[in-house]
């Protein structure tokens, strides 16, 4: 289960109807999994301005109860919605209906607030709209604490896998992503210690191990995406991309390539690394590529002339990609990077 929320009030002390307020509302939030706080209850040693305003900087939800118009509650308030920019709710009014009638003209931004009114702590009514209102104010903030949750667990869970099972996971999420996505996939393991060449691809030994290639045509675009998972990035790999980046593995009629010739080519490759400091050590190796588009990826654009194949067709335009997914908390979002990277989308014509 998620921790409890921190619910910081703020109201006049001292007074029999705040005080019962302030049992009613701990009572009513708890089963929502919010813990309410004011300061008096609080033991500490510290200015009580400054607890107050780290108090609300800490707290994911802010009530402020206006009975009795006290001058610091309005303060509190206020200063709560600086706070909705770092993804917490800001404050819910509330208050004894007579007692804030006039108050309100205090502060203008208060009094556009949607008050929450209580006439006395028998008030039936005021714990079931205060539970309507909490809980429709906190659910951005309940569902991305299950989602951090759940990120935590998927995290933990990679972890406990052995290297061996964690690089069979990595392929079979990747694997499955572009399949769905409805590329052409060619598993590139079946062949190790040979080099493989067919009508589509020509791709050395050395760059096969857990790899996997797809392809799409996307209108006039040629999409290609080579996947391989390794322990780390090797000190080689760029030089072992090199001859790929400049005769690209792909010169057969498999996929309609020089049958229906495209404008221009993505090139994505995927390394799915169970090390560290890959980006760094691969961008040393390729001096000329630039930050790409999402982290931890290099990119650069290039221009190739296909005459090599001994095809009549015009050089194309080729926008080559790097990615390079490290860490247990990256690698185990894989599947959710991979939607955002590689969305699926109905193309327009496959080949």
């Known amino acids: 289960m998620p921790a409890k929320l921190r619910c910081f ?3 006049a002390f001292g007074q029999k109807d705040t005080d019962a307020i302030f049992k009613i509302l701990r009572k009513t939030l708890a089963p929502l999994g919010i813990n309410a706080q004011r300061v008096d209850r609080i033991e500490h040693n510290d200015n009580i301005d400054t607890r107050i305003i780290s108090e609300i900087e800490a707290a994911d939800l802010v009530i402020a109860d206006l009975t009795y118009a006290r001058p610091s509650v309005y303060f509190d308030a206020s200063i709560s919605g600086r706070y909705r920019s770092f993804s917490r709710p800001g404050a819910i009014t509330s208050g004894n209906a007579t007692t804030t009638r006039t108050a309100t003209a ?35 903030l309940v569902r991305s604490r299950v989602a951090s949750e759940a990120a935590k667990e998927r995290r933990l869970a990679f972890e406990r896998l052995s290297t061996v099972e964690k690089g069979r996971a ?3 999420t990747a694997w499955s992503h572009f399949k769905r996505a409805r590329y052409k ?6 062949r190790q210690g040979e080099n493989l060449s067919t009508r589509s691809f020509s791709i050395h030994s050395s760059m096969r191990h857990s790899a996997f ?29 090199y001859p790929w980046l400049a ?11 020089f049958d229906d010739t495209p404008d221009e080519i993505d090139e994505d490759v995927l ?17 000329s590529a630039r930050p790409g588009p999402f982290e931890s990826t290099l990119t650069y654009d290039t221009e190739t002339d296909f005459s090599i194949y001994k095809r009549k067709i015009p050089s194309i335009r080729r926008h ?8 247990a908390d990256r690698l185990a979002r894989l599947s959710e990077i991979l939607a955002e990277r590689f969305p699926y989308r109905v193309t327009s014509k496959s080949g």
């Open 9 to 11: 009030v703020a109201m």
């Open 106 to 140: 205090m502060s203008t931004s208060i009094k556009m607030r949607n008050i929450i009114a209580w006439s006395s702590p028998s008030d039936e009514t005021f714990p079931g709209r205060l539970t309507r209102r909490v809980t429709k104010v906190i659910a951005p």
């Open 170 to 172: 990595l392929f079979d």
């Open 185 to 190: 996939e060619l598993d590139l393991r079946s």
């Open 213 to 241: 290639v797809a392809t799409k045509r996307v209108g006039r675009r040629f999409e290609f995406v080579f996947c391989q998972t390794v322990l780390a990035v090797p000190l080689r790999l760029g030089q072992t991309h």
């Open 247 to 257: 005769f690209p593995p792909y010169h057969g009629d498999g996929f309609n390539f």
């Open 271 to 287: 390394v799915l690394s169970l090390g560290s400091g890959g980006i760094k050590r691969l961008q040393k190796q390729l001096p």
């Open 320 to 327: 080559i990609t790097f990615h390079v997914f490290e860490s």
